[in-house]
């Protein structure tokens, strides 16, 4: 992809600086032991200042602009969030209605990781949707590893970033990757009708011994009914967007060098939920039988068919993959080639897959004729139940954020 390039950085805050205003122990991080501390953020404006103060001003531009074509809707409608990051790392103020929603999200809680030394030698993963992340390291070296955030907002401070010889797994060094939107649920199984089988046809029987005459045959059996339809899947969901991520570094290792290569990715579309298999169909009823009584009979009852199965149930439609939201990136002068980036595109949610239909009831039995007399004749199977409707594919598909990359 094409890498929006800015200028114009502000000064850099370093890996102890950083640390020593964050109120952790410098001199624990210059003897190698790593800290972790939950910091109080009071503000707003604080939490810009702290967490957004690497920002060029090139970059805020570019992210608040980047607002308006992926989020302006959300920028309009009652998502105050949306409006937070674009005043955090872009450059819109807040409304007094904004900062009064604001205000209520603070005094806020982050975790921050500092150490003097991290090597990512496995797939690290933030998220999915956990709360912000802060990362501040003195030299950061990948060496078979990747970080990756799921739908989690990222600040990475490091003051070095050097690489080892240890290819990694993933093809990337630090992914900000959206959440894909759940599947749908499957619709349930049609049920059978109760009872299993169709009424049966009455047993002809003598009215005195030896004596049909007069009786009739069996009685024929009833068909059987319908199988119920299958339910209809429910909705695929939407997919969750990747987060806005602040990366500074400080320097590139000369002596273990190489490229740092990013990838963003919003969340796709939830695939719909199939609908469910139709029903089976009701057992036709069995054929009375015919009277026998001495030398007498009369016919046997027809058997019943079987039921129809049930209509399977309706796939439902496929979420939407959203937009993502944008990574600024600060780098040493001269160094912005150092930096590689791609992203992908996060697609629909396909339509669940129709219902089948359920199968037919089997016939009933005919009913036997009595002596000199015949049988009832045989019912049939019933027809297999149609198949419902294939959902419909979402209607949108997900950009990434862009990635704004400034020298510091």
Known sequence: MQTNQTNAAPQRTSFLDLAQKLGQSVERLKAGEPVETVVRVHSVDEFKDIFAGNVTADQRDSFSKDMEIRHGD??????????????????????????????????????????????VTTNITYGPSASPVVLNVGTLTFNGGSITTQNTVLTLYADAVAFGTTPGTLPYHIGITGVNGAVGTAGSVGTAPNPAQATSG???????PGVCTGVG????????????????????????????????????????????????????????????????????????????????GTDGGNAGNGGPGGIGGNGSNGGNGVNGFSTTVTVPAGAIGNVLTSTAVAPVGQGG????????????????????????????????????????????????????????
Do not use: W
């Open 74 to 119: 959300s920028l309009q409608s009652s998502d105050p969030m949306a409006r937070l990051y674009n005043h955090v790392l872009g450059n819109v103020p807040l409304s007094l209605e904004d900062s009064n929603t604001a205000g209520m999200m603070f005094p806020l809680d982050v975790t921050v990781f500092s150490v003097s030394d991290m090597a």
């Open 353 to 408: 897959a129709a219902g089948s239909g359920g199968s037919g009831g089997g016939a009933g039995s005919k009913g036997s004729g009595g002596k000199g007399s015949s049988d009832g004749s045989a019912g049939t199977q019933g027809n297999p139940g149609g198949i419902g409707t294939v959902g419909t594919a979402g209607t949108q598909q997900g950009s990434a954020g862009q990635f704004y990359i400034s020298a510091n």
């Open 217 to 296: 045959n069996g009685g024929n059996g009833s068909s059987g009914a319908t199988g119920h339809t299958g339910g209809n899947g429910l909705p695929g969901q939407n997919g969750l967007a990747n987060q806005p991520a602040t990366i500074s570094i400080g320097s590139f290792s000369t002596t273990l060098p190489g490229k740092l290569v990013l990838y963003g990715v919003s969340g796709a579309g939830g695939a719909g939920g199939a609908g469910g298999t139709g029903g089976a169909g009701q057992q036709g009823g069995n054929g009375g039988n015919g009277c026998d009584s001495g030398c007498e």
């Open 202 to 208: 009455s047993n002809a029987s003598a009215r005195s």
